[in-house]
């Protein structure tokens, strides 16, 4: 198969690689969806009740996407050293936080200016978002499942 732009002195493609670092790929898509949608319900809010509500929702958003969050940047950091480990790590990292989300919710206990109703909508919301956002981003990265022969090996490459 021949290139349109040349990218090889013969013209032909070269083979592409595993995506770098997708972790942070997906968490930025997964930012930017469920934060524009929690900025709408923050405007909602505050034009149906009041600025509280308002905060309310971005709060609700803030400890999705805190909590979410660390599982990627986990995965980052891990899967730059060891990929085959970074599906290991997010099942820790998951433990970690529904521990962690549990403290803060019953710890804290619900502040006398929170809207319950708006802070719970845009946090189911923002998990739902994210675990799409998440899904559909994950399926456009690539996976290296086979390491290529070197080209220089007498199997591959050139003297295939």
Known sequence: MRSADGTRPGG???PSGPTKAPW???????LAVTG?????AAVAAALTTDLFAAASSLLGWFL????FGISLLVGHVVGRSNPSGAIGMFAVTYAIKVVG???ILFGLGTPVWLH????????VGAVVLWQAAEI???SRTRHLI???????????????
């Open 64 to 67: 999705i996407a805190a909590f």
């Open 36 to 40: 524009s949608a929690a900025v709408l």
């Open 101 to 103: 989300f549990a403290v």
């Open 136 to 138: 559909r981003a994950f």
């Open 146 to 160: 086979y390491n290529d022969a070197d080209d220089s090996s007498p199997q591959g490459g050139a003297n295939a």
């Open 12 to 14: 032909y493609l070269t």
């Open 24 to 30: 942070l790929g997906i968490l930025g898509k997964a």
């Open 116 to 123: 319950r109703e708006w802070f719970a909508l845009t946090a």
